[in-house]
């Protein structure tokens, strides 16, 4: 997959959109650039039979060059007049016309304008076509379809809907609710939710591109991994056995191939060190904003430091290992714990957005504003769904008050409310306070004020602090109850300035000494990719 080079695209159209329509931005969405070359031919007669699926074709170019392909989509049914010839990828020769700029385009590849098709059958057949090589070559993979297709294949199967898809389904009330939050953003409208609910209206251009590209990489891909993982784990258990004969494996092995290469995308090159836009990308920042570029699994015993990056691709590098082998259930356990970790991300880039906007939106320019009020919304969409149906007795009321700091035209944000409201769920979503760090300035080597990581509480400290608070209030309770009742007990409103004096939380015990208030700008280029 180089799906990634299409949203590179879409990112450069939307910033260089001067009006606001994203007519471009939306084009490349829907119809593609650089994935899976398509040629719409027209017969002179319809077809005779049935051709299955990826049937191999061939034909030639303007110079009688041959031209490989096979059957593609929904066509080569008996009385078709119109069959879609997919490009061999392999090919030397080249056909992009698309949404490619003209002097960009390669019609090398580009099957003749009129021509005779040859359908490989065991009785190898010929039929005449014609098409026009610059309007009827075009993608069949986009971006939207990406969306689309991981909604209807992660819904309608025989062990769907697939859990981790379900919650989004149920939360937004919506088959499609990744399409669904990009179109409105296009078109600058209200979502159509059951919950969580966008109005683009009241964003800015500049949000809403902002809302469009990485709603793309971190709803709509971001689930499209996981449904290729799920995938993965049916074609291994022989669930989708009308997809293979006998042995599924090598096509379990290849949809999970396709979840790792939507993980990193084509962008990060070999090494991991790109300028991608996918959720590797996303992981790679984030440690190091929250100094977690180093932590010890949970799974383990050993002391040995991994990021969480290193985490994922060595579960789906098992995961590989045991799909070969059969070894089905150990591939489900790999699939939840790589969604587990990829979910740190978006909680962290949450947090981020939060902070940004509590204590440094005044700072900023009202473009940098826009962004950071687009993105704290867009990423706390990718994971109200996991919050709400965690489990907790508070998980709907705690995935609602995110919702309401975050959402784009919300009055305030309090970076401490969603703090805490996410870490009341950790543990129900796997995760715990090391996982996930604090906001972490690597320049001073230390975090942000109110922004350091939480603290995990061990069994026997629970325990202690049951033990203490029983003997406590038997003790003091009387004399608690009298003091509040003749003393005025104050309390800070809800989004009063904190002072000056008390933003450093526990400084005496931090490694925090100095006495300036760190400036989240100068650790976070609000005007950079994320």
């Known amino acids: 997959f180089k799906i990634d080079l299409d949203l590179n695209e879409l990112n450069i159209e939307v910033k260089n959109d001067t009006y606001g329509n994203f007519v471009t931005a939306k084009r490349v969405y829907a119809e593609g650039v650089h994935n899976l070359s398509v040629a719409h031919l027209t017969l002179f007669k319809p077809l005779p039979i049935n051709i299955p699926k990826g049937t191999p074709l061939m034909g030639v170019n303007d110079l009688?060059?041959?031209?490989?392909?096979?059957?593609?989509?929904?066509?080569?049914?008996?009385?078709?007049?119109?069959?879609?010839?997919?490009?061999?990828?392999?090919?030397?020769?080249?056909?992009?016309?698309?949404?490619?700029?003209i002097e960009n385009q390669e019609t090398s590849g580009c099957l003749a304008r009129y021509s005779n098709l040859q359908i490989m059958l065991e009785q190898p057949r010929n039929f005449s076509y014609v098409y026009d090589p610059y309007i009827d070559n075009d993608n069949g993979y986009t971006l939207k379809s990406l969306s689309i297709n991981t909604a209807r294949l992660m819904n309608d199967c025989k062990r769907c809907p697939y859990d981790d898809y379900l919650k989004f389904r149920k939360y937004y009330g919506s088959l499609s609710y990744a399409d669904d939050w990009i179109e409105a953003a296009f078109e600058g409208r209200t979502t159509n939710f059951a919950n969580g609910n966008a109005n683009f209206h009241l964003y800015s251009d500049l949000g809403r591109g902002e809302a469009i590209h990485k709603s793309i990489a971190f709803m709509s891909i971001w689930m499209s991994i996981i449904g290729k993982m799920e995938g993965a784990i049916d074609l291994c258990a022989g669930i989708m056995v009308k997809n293979c004969t006998n042995n599924c494996n090598p096509q379990a092995v290849q949809l999970w191939d396709d979840a790792v290469a939507l993980y990193t995308g084509s962008l990060e090159g070999t090494e991991g060190k790109g300028s991608g836009l996918l959720p590797y990308s996303?992981?790679?920042?984030?440690?190091k904003q929250f100094n977690t570029c180093e932590y010890i699994p949970l799974s383990e015993e050993s002391q040995q430091k991994y990021s969480i990056n290193d985490e994922i691709i060595r579960f789906f590098r098992q995961g590989q290992n045991?799909?070969?082998?059969?070894?089905?259930?150990?591939?489900?356990?790999?699939?939840?714990?790589?969604?587990?970790?990829?979910?740190?991300?978006?909680?962290?880039?949450?947090?981020?957005?939060?902070?940004?906007?509590?204590?440094?939106?005044?700072?900023?320019?009202?473009?940098?504003?826009?962004?950071?009020?687009?993105?704290?919304?867009?990423?706390?969409?990718?994971?109200?769904?996991?919050?709400?149906?965690?489990?907790?007795v508070r998980s709907q009321a705690d995935a609602q008050?995110?919702?309401?700091?975050?959402?784009?035209?919300?009055?305030?944000?309090?970076?401490?409310?969603?703090?805490?409201?996410?870490?009341?769920?950790?543990?129900?979503?796997?995760?715990?306070?090391?996982?996930?760090?604090?906001?972490?300035?690597?320049?001073?080597?230390?975090?942000?004020?109110?922004?350091l990581p939480c603290i995990n509480p061990t069994e026997q400290d629970i325990r202690d602090i049951k033990i203490t608070f029983i003997i406590f209030f038997g003790l003091t309770g009387p004399i608690i109850v009298v003091t509040c009742?003749?003393?005025?007990?104050?309390?800070?409103?809800?989004?009063?300035?904190?002072?000056q004096e008390d933003k450093i939380i526990d400084r005496e015990n931090s490694d925090d000494e100095s006495d300036d208030d760190v400036d989240v700008l100068s650790m976070i280029d609000i005007r950079g990719i994320l």
């Open 64 to 101: 009688n060059e041959v031209i490989l392909g096979k059957i593609y989509g929904r066509s080569g049914y008996a009385g078709d007049r119109k069959i879609m010839f997919l490009y061999n990828k392999t090919s030397t020769l080249k056909c992009l016309v698309g949404n490619h700029p």
């Open 282 to 287: 996303l992981a790679s920042k984030r440690c």
């Open 322 to 392: 045991a799909i070969v082998s059969s070894s089905c259930e150990a591939v489900r356990r790999y699939k939840e714990s790589i969604v587990r970790l990829m979910t740190v991300p978006i909680i962290q880039s949450t947090l981020r957005y939060a902070y940004i906007n509590q204590y440094h939106f005044h700072r900023m320019k009202k473009r940098e504003q826009a962004q950071a009020q687009a993105e704290g919304a867009l990423f706390a969409a990718s994971v109200l769904p996991f919050i709400h149906f965690c489990g907790n």
């Open 401 to 451: 008050l995110i919702f309401q700091n975050l959402k784009v035209g919300s009055l305030q944000t309090d970076f401490a409310i969603v703090k805490t409201a996410f870490e009341r769920n950790y543990d129900c979503l796997g995760l715990n306070c090391y996982i996930v760090g604090g906001l972490y300035n690597n320049s001073s080597h230390k975090y942000l004020a109110n922004a």
């Open 485 to 499: 009742c003749l003393l005025p007990c104050r309390r800070r409103k809800h989004g009063e300035e904190i002072p």
